[in-house]
């Protein structure tokens, strides 16, 4: 499944934020984008596993452009 990831600059934590807004709470962090990227994808594989465990629903993966502001 591919969601969307958006990756931007913390200057408070002093690092890359990726966080994935069709999955609620899950977000990554890393020194550079690639590595939040990383991060992230490790983050969605768990957060899968973590609702499948509780029984949780698993949002579909939009496939459409998210807006950015």
């Known amino acids: 499944m591919m969601y969307k990831y958006e990756i931007y600059w913390s200057q ?5 934020v990726a966080e ?12 550079t984008p690639e590595d939040a990227l990383a991060s992230a994808q490790q983050a969605i594989e ?19 452009r998210l807006q950015f502001a």
Do not use: S, Y
């Open 12 to 16: 408070e934590d002093d690092v890359f």
């Open 20 to 31: 994935v807004p069709e999955l609620p709470g899950c977000t990554a962090h890393g020194d």
């Open 46 to 64: 768990l957060w899968i596993e973590t609702a499948k465990e509780f029984g949780d629903p698993i949002p579909q993966p939009k496939g459409r």
